[in-house]
T-cell receptor, first 113, second 113 residues
Framework: AQTVTQSQPEMSVQEAETVTLSCTYDTSESNYYLFWYKQPPSRQMILVIRQEAYKQQNATENRFSVNFQKAAKSFSLKISDSQLGDTAMYFCARETSGSRLTFGEGTQLTVNP | DAGVIQSPRHEVTEMGQEVTLRCKPISGHDYLFWYRQTMMRGLELLIYFNNNVPIDDSGMPEDRFSAKMPNASFSTLKIQPSEPRDSAVYFC???????????FGDGTRLSIL
């Protein structure tokens, strides 16, 4: 089975600090896309960032960036200058054939004041 | 632009009743996905459509579940008869394909008593 694994069920960070969420995946494809979504208590699923496996440059969106290690099949999310509004469940996802997404188990991030 | 619209937002019903969940995708999106989210199983893909045609329904748990997409702007997920174990949050998402991100609706929280 082609899986996505998030090994940290819960994490916490102090406001303004930096935190990194881990994700590993399995795939037999050479090109694919990876995503991070956040789900705040409102339960909306919100796209945070996207990475194409063919691109060596790590994706960045404002305070959010990824560390993509293709050989290691690792796709971690770094949040800089954490804000209270970043408190959410974060899901790593890999796109499979037919534009489907396979999600990890999620990491609950709490930002403390 | 309007996002993916799901209705109802909450549904509480008795075991054995028929439940119908509705979804309006983003205009122009060719792909529509139905997911179920539970604490035990996380986010699971139930079925997805491309150009209104069901492509993969292997995630549909059993014959009690059915989904239709009669046109490009509307889809339903029906459970008949419903059971308590169907209680979950059901998400609809749409995308333009071509590795574009999926955009999620706000979900329907379903409770079967």
């Amino acid at each position: 089975a082609q899986t996505v694994t998030q090994s940290q069920p819960e994490m916490s960070v102090q406001e303004a600090e930096t935190v990194t969420l881990s994700c590993t995946y399995d795939t037999s494809e050479s090109n694919y896309y990876l995503f991070w979504y956040k789900q705040p208590p409102s339960r909306q699923m919100i796209l945070v960032i996207r990475q194409e496996a063919y691109k060596q440059q790590n994706a960045t969106e404002n305070r959010f960036s990824v560390n993509f290690q293709k050989a290691a099949k690792s796709f971690s999310l770094k949040i800089s200058d954490s804000q209270l509004g970043d408190t959410a469940m974060y899901f790593c996802a890999r796109e499979t054939s037919g534009s489907r997404l396979t999600f990890g188990e999620g990491t609950q991030l709490t930002v403390n004041p | 632009d309007a996002g993916v619209i799901q209705s109802p937002r909450h549904e509480v019903t008795e075991m054995g009743q028929e439940v119908t969940l509705r979804c309006k995708p983003i205009s122009g999106h060719d792909y529509l996905f139905w997911y179920r989210q539970t604490m035990m199983r996380g986010l699971e893909l139930l079925i997805y459509f491309n150009n209104n045609v069901p492509i993969d329904d292997s995630g549909m748990p059993e014959d009690r579940f059915s989904a239709k997409m009669p046109n490009a702007s509307f889809s339903t997920l029906k459970i008949q008869p419903s059971e308590p174990r169907d209680s979950a949050v059901y998400f609809c998402a749409s995308s333009g394909g071509g590795h574009q991100p999926q955009h999620f609706g706000d979900g329907t929280r379903l409770s079967i008593l």
